[in-house]
């Protein structure tokens, strides 16, 4: 019962897509060489470094999980809104706690 999209809204989604991954493939590679630049480079901060490395990949797991099991839920049993709801009430938490 639904209408095939149209040629232009399939370039727009697959041009969408081009721009979301190479947004991605920047901000992922970047982000843990930034973090490392904070951290002290001598001998003895080896174990700092890595604890960074481990709370970097598990912090961005425990999004993903959140993002695929939580949020997924959320909007299946409660709505859209409720989904997206969610989603900006934790982005405006996130702006508010990086500003000092």
């Known amino acids: 019962s639904c209408s095939s999209p149209t040629t232009t809204q399939l370039a727009f989604l697959y041009v969408s897509y081009g721009l979301m991954a190479i947004g991605t493939d920047g901000v992922k590679a970047s982000s843990l060489a930034f973090g490392m630049d904070q951290l002290c480079r001598k001998e003895k901060d080896a174990a700092i470094i890595e604890s960074y ?3 970097s990949y598990a912090s961005g797991l425990v ?5 695929i099991t939580i949020l997924v839920y ?3 049993n409660l709505g859209w ?7 900006v009430v934790l982005m405006f938490i996130f702006i508010v706690g990086t500003f000092p």
């Open 74 to 76: 959320l909007q299946e």
């Open 53 to 55: 490395f481990n709370w």
């Open 81 to 87: 809104k409720v989904g997206f709801g969610v989603l």
């Open 63 to 67: 999004a993903v999980l959140f993002g």
